[in-house]
């Protein structure tokens, strides 16, 4: 199929959750897809408002693509749950990139509702902007669905497995894990897909090729790493802790592993009901990984966002009043300004606590053992 | 039983008005100072919005006096003041008060309705019968009350820009309030309002000044609260600018009621109308209506625009990066305030001063302000 012209997707936000999907759905319907690069080092961030570092790094990205593509795709994400919405932030995005681009560019700015409407009738409303047939833009979206599906299904092992600079070019294979684990499947994006996780492997650790650099086999930590989904994997925001916990020796287990139906069992007993669904996601998989099932977690926040501060202080909150044992804690607040250096230090010691802890659980097990 | 409510503007006034016409025990916290403010910001954290902090600031000096039912209008997603309860109550909880919460929906609805029931079903035990009867007269106490505030206030904002002796409007104010919160009956109550008005006028004015027009926009509760604005109002008052807001209780509880008495939620669809231009969608919170509203000022020949937002507040943040935008293309001035628990009187004086400055240069022309 010729090429029909290409479409820009800003490597920002909801990118690091959707784009296998929208990639392979602009492919079939035979559109070439240009995604943004980082920002590295040197490169210069856009200021146009003075929002969280994820915002303004779309309105950097969106403004590096402008010149270079025909269509910018930024969907205007109101709702990606039948009943929970995303940060008031996301719902004007187009409009800012809209403002920062100055109009040099056309912007496919489809609102995503999935409260009001299904997955497939918003993409065929995209389809039908870029010139498709509804029966091509039905192809092209179950192939996509395929794909993503597939994708999803590697995700938990190519986080550990693939260099974090390489997790999305869908090129790149996952390399296949040696031993024989279930693994789980990631629950990304929507209802349908939310798949149940197998079961989960039995002790942890016991990957051997958790990627890390000096291969300790079983004395791999298996840490939680929680936070919205561009917070996790966007080296920029991130400055590539995924990289720096693989070296390590931490095995990464993510907050959208978590099933839905465990996320709404921890939050079923709250007073009022938490309305964002990425707020859901992380004080779920907070109080999941928190209550014993990871001997760590690492909640990455972005300066200034809104819904992680409260829901920060909630969590905190909540644990002190619940009391207990809970397993050791990092919050790691990220902005423009943040080092590697001081986030090294910081892991490095978080690495010890974890170890120290594992180690007198250890011995106390022995001595139970042994008074038996 | 005790209850008790946060401050917001004169809110205290006719809330106080409700309780004590229906002889339901209770406590008004003591005015907000910086010590209301030093407690929020202890019990929470940087990023949380400022009327968070003020608030909780606000609940916790109420119970350290004696309160144990607060309560705390409702609302609803996308901002986050849907979820300062969940918060709060937990944040309370953490620091050992003892407290009972009584949420006020923002909308009726059955669920709401529903809510309301179970919470109330404890109180509803301490109520008498006379309490329950005299309640609907309560309220309607209070919203006689709310009226005459805000009467009282909109005219004094007139008055204010035209005084001869500084600051005297503001002090004439504040006697004429503390006569209708002293009213008991309604009879009383009209006369209180009569000679307020009167007493208001007659403040000494200059009637050939023509003060500048200044709207003032942006996130209700630094809108109307002049503790957490630092008196922006007045402050230009007395600077010689007419200041106008449609940031009002009774805006905002028609609003959810859905009364449309003298077209006011028919003006705010208006701004809503106007921000299209801008927005593409409703971002939630005031966000459409503070562009909306700069927008159609700019068009009424207004010389001015501030708009004010709490540090890090989610819609307004998108506001703000949109109004810098609107005042190029409709060449207003537009000032964007910050407002977070940091000591900045000083800092918004100045930044007042030059905007007044400015609006002066502006209104003479270039060539005759250089003349001198």
Redesign the interface.
């Given at each position: 199929m010729e090429e029909k012209g290409t479409i820009g997707i800003p490597k920002a936000l909801m990118f690091y959750r959707f784009f296998p999907f929208w990639q392979a759905f602009f492919e079939k319907l035979g559109w070439k897809v240009v995604v943004s690069g980082g920002v590295g080092k040197k490169g210069k961030i856009v200021y146009?408002?003075?929002?969280c570092l994820p915002?303004k790094l779309i309105v950097t990205h969106s403004v590096s693509l402008k010149d270079k593509v025909d269509h910018l795709f930024i969907p205007?994400l109101?709702s990606l749950h039948r009943s929970y919405?995303?940060?008031?932030?996301f719902?004007?995005a187009?409009?800012?990139v809209r403002?920062a681009t100055e109009g040099k560019v056309s912007i496919l700015?489809e609102?995503i509702d999935l409260r009001e409407s299904s997955y497939l009738r918003t993409f065929l409303r995209i389809g039908k902007t870029l010139g498709a047939s509804e029966k091509e833009t039905k192809q092209a979206f179950s192939k996509a669905q395929k794909f993503s599906l597939t994708f999803q299904k590697e995700w938990a092992g190519r986080i550990n497995r693939v260099p974090s600079k390489q997790l999305f070019q869908l090129e790149i294979p996952t390399p296949p894990q040696k031993n024989k684990l279930q693994e789980i499947s990631p629950p990304l994006g929507f209802e349908s897909q939310r798949l149940v996780p197998a079961l989960r492997p039995g002790k942890t650790g016991t990957t051997e090729d958790g990627g890390g650099d000096k291969g300790e086999g079983d004395n791999l930590l298996r840490v939680a790493l929680i936070g919205h989904p561009y917070n996790l994997f966007d080296i920029d925001i991130n400055k590539d802790i995924l990289t720096l916990m693989k070296s390590l020796g931490m095995e990464i287990v993510t907050s959208d592993s978590l099933p839905e139906k465990e996320v709404d069992r921890h939050l079923s007993d709250?007073?009022?009901e938490?309305?964002?669904s990425s707020g859901r996601e992380i004080v779920g998989a907070l109080f999941h990984f928190l209550s014993g099932d990871a001997d760590g977690v690492i909640f990455l926040t972005s300066?200034?966002?809104?819904?992680?501060?409260?829901?920060?202080?909630?969590i905190k909150?909540?644990l002190?009043?619940r009391g207990g044992s809970c397993a050791p804690f990092l919050i790691l607040s990220f902005d423009e300004h943040t080092g590697r250096e001081g986030m090294t230090t910081r892991l490095e010691a978080f690495r010890d606590v974890m170890d120290e802890k594992k180690k007198s659980q250890m011995s106390k097990l022995k001595v139970q053992i042994n008074d038996k | 039983m005790k209850v008790t409510f946060p401050h917001l503007g004169t809110m205290h006034i006719f809330c106080k008005a409700i309780a004590e016409t229906a002889r339901i025990p209770y406590v008004v916290p003591p005015e907000t100072s910086r010590r209301t403010l030093n407690l929020g910001v202890l019990h929470?954290?940087?990023?949380?919005?400022l009327p968070?902090k003020i608030i909780l600031g606000n609940f916790i000096e109420a119970l350290q006096m004696g309160a144990d039912t607060i309560v705390m209008v409702g609302s609803?997603?996308?901002?986050?003041l849907?979820?300062y309860?969940?918060?709060q109550?937990?944040?309370l909880?953490?620091m050992g008060l003892h407290y009972r919460w009584l949420t006020i929906p923002p909308r009726l609805t059955w669920q709401a309705f529903w809510k309301n029931y179970e919470e109330t079903k404890e109180l509803k035990k301490e109520l008498t019968w006379k309490n329950i009867l005299l309640f609907p007269y309560g309220l309607w106490m209070g919203w006689k009350k709310m009226v005459a505030c805000e009467t009282l206030e909109r005219l004094a904002m007139k008055v204010r820009a035209r005084e001869v002796k500084k600051g005297e409007t503001q002090k004439k104010l504040k006697k004429a309030l503390s006569r209708v919160d002293e009213a008991k009956t309604s009879r009383t109550l009209g006369e209180a309002v009569q000679e307020g008005k009167t007493f208001l006028q007659d403040t000494e004015q200059d009637p050939s000044r023509t003060p500048f027009k200044v709207a003032i926009v942006g996130e209700l509760y630094t809108v109307m609260d002049p503790h957490i604005n630092r008196g922006v109002e007045q402050k230009l008052g007395e600077m010689g600018v007419e200041v106008t807001r449609t940031s009002w209780f009774s805006t905002h509880i028609r609003r959810s009621l859905r009364w449309n008495k003298n077209g006011q939620a028919s003006e705010r669809a208006r701004f809503f109308e106007a921000s299209r231009a801008?927005?593409?969608?409703?971002?939630?919170?005031e966000?459409n209506v503070s562009i909306g509203e700069a927008i159609l000022r700019a068009e009424e020949g207004y010389d001015g625009v501030v708009h004010l937002m709490p540090f890090?507040?989610?819609?307004e943040?998108?506001a703000?990066?949109?109004l810098?935008?609107v005042s190029k293309d409709r060449n207003i001035p537009i000032l964007t305030l910050?407002l977070d628990e940091q000591e900045i009187e000083g800092r918004i004086q100045t930044l007042l001063e030059a905007f007044v400055e400015m609006l002066e240069w502006k209104r003479k022309g270039r060539s005759e302000f250089q003349k001198p």
């Open positions: 146009f408002e003075d929002s915002m205007r109101v919405i995303m940060c008031p932030k719902r004007g187009p409009d800012i403002l700015d609102t709250l007073s009022k938490i309305y964002w300066f200034k966002c809104g819904i992680d501060a409260l829901l920060q202080e909630f909150r909540t002190k009043v | 929470s954290n940087e990023c949380i919005c968070f609803g997603p996308p901002c986050r849907g979820l309860d969940l918060v109550k937990i944040i909880e953490d801008y927005l593409g969608y409703d971002v939630g919170a966000c890090a507040c989610m819609p943040t998108t703000s990066g949109i810098a935008k910050i």
